[in-house]
């Protein structure tokens, strides 16, 4: 098993900035990508950022140019900063996981508890 331990999220205002954290922790033996979703309630979970364990990174268009996603594999720690943060990026944001087993088999998804991000005046 695996756990996902996220912190980071609160109130900010309109423009401000915050970084999201998540830092997995169990029984790793590989951890293939890592990524952020956010989901609003009755509604289906939705793209924010994700990055590849070689780096490679895939952003939804509305965070494009204000977000940025990154990893520390050593630490098994996925991050988001998060920049000119509008109202509408208000919403409770999941860390995500793909976790490989042995010889890349057994692939399986994680997600974290969901830190709440409210961008209010």
């Known amino acids: 098993q695996v756990q996902l331990v996220e912190s980071g999220g609160g109130l900010v205002h309109p423009g401000g900035s915050l970084r999201l954290s998540c830092a997995a922790s169990g029984s790793i033996v590989r951890i293939n990508d890592m990524g952020w979703y956010t989901q609003a309630p009755g509604k289906q979970r939705e793209l924010v950022a994700t990055?590849?364990?070689?780096?490679?990174?895939n952003y939804a268009d509305s965070v494009k140019g204000r977000f940025t996603i990154s990893r520390d594999n050593a630490k098994n720690t996925v991050y988001l900063q998060m920049n000119s943060l509008r109202p509408e990026d208000t919403a409770v944001y999941y860390c995500?996981?793909?976790?490989?087993?042995?010889?890349?088999?057994?692939?399986?998804?994680?997600w974290g508890q969901g830190t709440q991000v409210t961008v209010s005046s």
């Open positions: 990055i590849t364990r070689g780096g490679y990174t």
């Open positions: 995500y996981l793909q976790h490989a087993g042995p010889l890349g088999a057994n692939l399986k998804d994680y």
